[in-house]
């Protein structure tokens, strides 16, 4: 089974390497970072360089697909041809396609989520709606046929932990679990819109379309 | 405030990556990932290469230090010179100094730990308490002074987001999770020792034992 993270500049990382560290304990399977060719993407902090290791032409057929989101880059991504053709070109086939965070506004932009539920990071609801999903912002995992989408960033790990249930099973998904030790604790509760006051909100809402808006400026040395 | 990510081969990329997804959002923050020389760095799975943004050369005085795992290679990032040295010159000058997962042996290793509460990965608790250390296995973040470790992989998050709240307040933790919208669903609950079948738990072990024996081979083209 061939897993493939998109990664593109600009992207945020832990929508990828979060799934990322539970899909790859699967059994048989075979994980790879693809982009137009192989080599250094720059994330949206500008200080993080993630490798694609393999190109889209070198991927013609993975079984699971996964697209991360990224506070400055998916508008970048959406207009990358490249990248949406081979979505196009191996979704019909694949037997999972899967975003995290605003990756499910590049999947839209494929064309793959007309009349789909689906759901995206709480600032990106709206827009999600605008393109043709049916946005569900209440649900961290929406799975729509072969389809499963994550609310942001860090939603992208209990999306991977569901896929695994599905593909192997209970067990495997809780091996999986106790590997990376996934018993969360968070030492605060303000994760989800409906946690915080319309005040942070706001703030936080404005600081992120900021962020977007900001190009990715790489800084660092290597 | 610099915060530097100490990266090496066959290190686990999620023990960084996640703490690096929220601290790079405090105000005033530079964050940063440091190697002995910057460059591509493979991690465990070998398909997947971090670059180290600068050299612990140009990283004489970081006041965060973070310490990742990693599933084969924490041996021999206890074993780098480079790493260790580093480790003991910037620990008197740093705010804070801590480490995710098997990252605590190589605070360990450093002689950072003698005496100190500390916790770490699951499976490396026994190991973590000969090298001096007082393990606190049931704890998913240990403080101790400015050191602060944290359990296996995930537990990075936990960290991350408890020490923005110790540095800037709740206000600050609190935008910081809904930004990521770490409001974790975990539909499994396996993520720890205490909540698996023993049989479950020497199968993981075994398995993770064995992978930690497995040399780091890098299968990126890239």
Same mark, same amino acid.
């Given at each position: 089974?061939?897993?493939?993270?998109?990664?593109?500049?600009?992207?945020?990382?832990?929508?990828?390497?979060?799934?990322?560290?539970?899909?790859?304990?699967?059994?048989?399977?075979?994980?790879?970072?693809?982009?137009?060719?192989? +080599? =250094?993407? *720059? &994330?949206?902090? #500008? @200080?993080? %360089?993630?490798?694609?290791?393999?190109?889209?032409?070198?991927?013609?057929?993975?079984?699971?697909?996964?697209?991360?989101?990224?506070?400055?880059?998916?508008?970048?991504?959406?207009?990358?041809?490249?990248?949406?053709?081979?979505?196009?070109?191996?979704?019909?086939?694949?037997?999972?396609?899967?975003?995290?965070?605003?990756?499910?506004?590049?999947?839209?932009?494929?064309?793959?989520?007309?009349?789909?539920?689906?759901?995206?990071?709480?600032?990106?609801?709206?827009?999600?709606?605008?393109?043709?999903?049916?946005?569900?912002?209440?649900?961290?995992?929406?799975?729509? +046929? =072969?389809? *499963? &989408?994550?609310? #942001? @960033?860090? %939603?992208?790990?209990?999306?991977?932990?569901?896929?695994?249930?599905?593909?192997?099973?209970?067990?495997?998904?809780?091996?999986?679990?106790?590997?990376?030790?996934?018993?969360?604790?968070?030492?605060?509760?303000?994760?989800?819109?409906?946690?915080?006051?319309?005040?942070?909100?706001?703030?936080?809402?404005?600081?992120?379309?900021?962020?977007?808006?900001?190009?990715?400026?790489?800084?660092?040395?290597?």
């Amino acid at each position: 089974m061939q897993i493939a993270f998109v990664v593109y500049p600009g992207m945020t990382a832990l929508d990828a390497i979060g799934p990322y560290e539970l899909l790859r304990s699967m059994p048989d399977s075979e994980v790879r970072f693809v982009a137009a060719a192989p +080599g =250094k993407v *720059v &994330t949206d902090s #500008g @200080v993080l %360089a993630l490798g694609a290791s393999h190109s889209f032409d070198e991927t013609p057929s993975p079984d699971i697909v996964l697209v991360p989101g990224g506070s400055n880059g998916t508008v970048g991504a959406m207009n990358d041809a490249a990248l949406i053709s081979w979505l196009q070109a191996v979704h019909p086939t694949t037997t999972w396609t899967t975003s995290v965070c605003s990756g499910a506004l590049i999947l839209a932009m494929a064309g793959l989520l007309k009349g789909v539920p689906a759901t995206t990071h709480w600032v990106c609801q709206e827009v999600l709606g605008s393109m043709g999903a049916i946005p569900q912002p209440d649900k961290r995992i929406v799975h729509a +046929g =072969k389809i *499963v &989408t994550a609310a #942001g @960033v860090s %939603a992208g790990i209990d999306l991977a932990l569901w896929l695994i249930g599905e593909i192997h099973g209970v067990k495997q998904a809780e091996q999986a679990q106790l590997e990376i030790e996934y018993d969360p604790q968070p030492p605060y509760d303000a994760g989800h819109p409906s946690k915080v006051t319309p005040e942070m909100l706001a703030e936080v809402r404005g600081k992120l379309l900021a962020d977007a808006q900001k190009p990715t400026v790489a800084t660092t040395s290597w």
